[in-house]
């Protein structure tokens, strides 16, 4: 999990990354672009860095060379040794690591924007990894207020599970997932849509270091319960797909006995847990693989504390 945010310090170091899946075009090219002109990443207190992650697999415009970059930054490998022999991301996730990290020290940057696409209609999703991670719930409760249109919240950690995301490296980190968008394409409405998150973001980093407190305040936020997989054959062949009136129906509840896959013959599949659950990634292109066709997510409200402005401002 991300550390715990060092609340009441001032950020000075803030980076934007975009291509850690290569085919995310979004973050691509607005890095591409704010690498050549970083104007529209300066605030009064601070200048965001911008960095493209995985330079290898956006040549190609493919997610990744080897394998996920955004799962590669585990304790594992992050100490693996024979980088030479070693896949490329795990190289490059050494190397993120150590420009932006090292992950749980003093000398980790203070934030980390992520910016991601997804073929899901995740709309404007804002993805953390715990509602623990005050700083970020706060920004996450301003983006919204700032922003026209849903921006659901998506928590990933697991209770026990090892944070593997490029923006762990970071003391603290949000990921912009913006979609539905084919991979390999730019869309003129996704692309404004996520400059805007962006600047909410940068906007809010800079109130707070200009010593601005922020009240308590209750969020809705959805939390990772497990992920399903496509109806498949014993030798993993799919046997069906994501039922039509599933698709594109991302954060809205599911209930028991509602379909979820219709199979080749015409064979409907229903939802068979016994509460209410609110999908996410329906249908995401890069999961097929993690055979995942969509994650079962629980809405949960959660009171955040306030936000106390850093009380000494260190330039
Ligand atoms: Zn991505």
């Known amino acids: 999990m991300c550390s715990t945010p ?3 310090d001032h950020l000075d170091h803030v980076a934007v990354v975009g291509g850690t899946h290569g085919n995310e075009l979004s973050g691509v090219y607005l890095v591409k672009h704010w690498l050549q002109d970083p ?25 990744y060379v ?10 594992t490998f992050l100490t693996f040794k024979g980088t030479q022999a070693g896949p490329y991301e795990v190289r490059r996730a050494q190397e993120i690591n150590q420009l932006f990290g090292p992950r749980g020290t003093a000398d ?22 715990s509602e623990e991670n005050i700083f970020t719930m706060h920004m996450c409760h301003y983006i919204q207020k700032h922003t026209e249109g849903p921006c659901p919240i998506y928590l990933y950690g697991c209770p026990g599970q090892e944070n593997f995301a490029l923006m762990s490296v970071a003391k603290n980190g949000l990921g912009l997932e913006l979609g539905p968008q084919p991979h ?34 209750d969020i809705v936020a959805y939390k990772i319960i497990e992920p399903v997989d496509f109806p498949r054959s014993p030798g993993g062949e799919l046997l069906g ?6 698709q594109d129906k991302d954060f809205l509840p599911l209930k028991p006995g509602d379909p979820i896959f219709q199979l080749f013959s015409g064979e409907e599949i229903f939802y068979e847990g016994d509460t209410t659950i609110y999908p996410a990634f329906i249908n995401e292109a890069a999961y097929y693989e993690k055979g995942t066709a969509f994650f079962k997510m629980k809405k949960c409200t959660f009171s955040i504390p306030p936000l106390e402005a850093p009380t000494a401002s260190a330039p």
């Not at 300066?42 to 956006?58: D, E, G, S, V, W």
């Open 108 to 129: 980790a940057f203070d934030f980390i924007f992520d910016l991601h696409n997804t073929t899901s209609n995740m709309m404007a999703c804002l993805i953390s990894d």
């Open 6 to 8: 060092s609340i009441g």
């Open 66 to 75: 080897s394998q996920d970059l955004n799962r590669s930054f585990t304790r």
């Open 241 to 246: 797909f994501v039922h039509p009136q599933l």
């Open 184 to 217: 390999g394409v730019l869309r003129a409405d996704v692309l404004s849509h996520v400059r805007a998150l962006l600047a909410h973001g940068l906007d809010f980093i800079d109130l707070f270091n200009q010593g601005t407190s922020l009240p308590a305040f």
């Open 39 to 63: 104007s529209e990443l300066q605030r009064a207190t601070f200048t965001a860095t911008p960095f493209l992650a995985n330079p290898k697999a956006t040549k190609h415009c493919m997610r």
